[in-house]
């Protein structure tokens, strides 16, 4: 696991940066010795859809770290001006090709670590394919749709994707 930041000096008024618990916390923070200003380190936020059109749905492969040449469904970080539904959408997208439409909340999967330090939430929405040509984009080196038989679940990317891939077969009946 990478290290998690560790801020040294302040993003407001540029000051040495020193671990301290503020008034009214429990938990030890970075706390700016100058204007006290609170940096928090907040986990990471993935969006992602599990898309889908005539019983099969998208999956892509990693072309980048982490996990590198492991499949998943489209997914990627949340941006600061965008709701989750907009960064799964968007993401679906970038890395696919497909627009889609989301058709409800599938599921959120937290951990306490991931590939680049602290916690991560995932968000995941079910999805209907409604046009757009499939494609490996963005940082994927491929893209398929696969049917409910033909998950390569040795080679799924993250607990996420096994998880969530889990939680839309038994969504359609066809988990246990």
């Given at each position: 696991m990478a290290p998690i930041l560790d801020p040294k000096f302040c993003s407001r008024c540029g000051a040495p940066m020193s671990k301290a618990v503020p008034a009214g916390d429990s938990r030890p923070r970075h706390v700016c010795a100058t204007c006290s200003f609170v940096h928090y380190l907040d986990p990471?936020?993935?969006?992602?859809?599990i898309a889908e059109i005539d019983g099969r749905f998208a999956l892509i492969e990693r072309g980048i770290?982490?996990?590198k040449g492991f499949w998943s469904f489209p997914c990627g970080f949340m941006e600061i001006d965008e709701t989750t539904e907009q960064a799964a959408l968007r993401e679906t997208k970038?890395?696919?090709?497909?627009d889609v439409r989301l058709d409800g909340h599938l599921g959120t999967y937290s951990y306490p670590d991931n590939f680049y330090g602290g916690a991560i939430v995932v968000v995941v929405y079910r999805a209907t394919i409604l046009g757009g040509t499939l494609k490996a984009d963005d940082d994927c080196s491929d893209a398929k749709m696969v049917t409910p038989g033909d998950v390569p679940w040795d080679q799924l990317a993250f607990k996420s994707s096994i998880s969530a891939i889990q939680d839309w077969l038994k969504h359609k009946g066809l988990g246990p």
């Amino acid at each position: 696991m990478a290290p998690i930041l560790d801020p040294k000096f302040c993003s407001r008024c540029g000051a040495p940066m020193s671990k301290a618990v503020p008034a009214g916390d429990s938990r030890p923070r970075h706390v700016c010795a100058t204007c006290s200003f609170v940096h928090y380190l907040d986990p990471k936020v993935a969006c992602g859809t599990i898309a889908e059109i005539d019983g099969r749905f998208a999956l892509i492969e990693r072309g980048i770290d982490p996990r590198k040449g492991f499949w998943s469904f489209p997914c990627g970080f949340m941006e600061i001006d965008e709701t989750t539904e907009q960064a799964a959408l968007r993401e679906t997208k970038e890395e696919t090709g497909l627009d889609v439409r989301l058709d409800g909340h599938l599921g959120t999967y937290s951990y306490p670590d991931n590939f680049y330090g602290g916690a991560i939430v995932v968000v995941v929405y079910r999805a209907t394919i409604l046009g757009g040509t499939l494609k490996a984009d963005d940082d994927c080196s491929d893209a398929k749709m696969v049917t409910p038989g033909d998950v390569p679940w040795d080679q799924l990317a993250f607990k996420s994707s096994i998880s969530a891939i889990q939680d839309w077969l038994k969504h359609k009946g066809l988990g246990p």
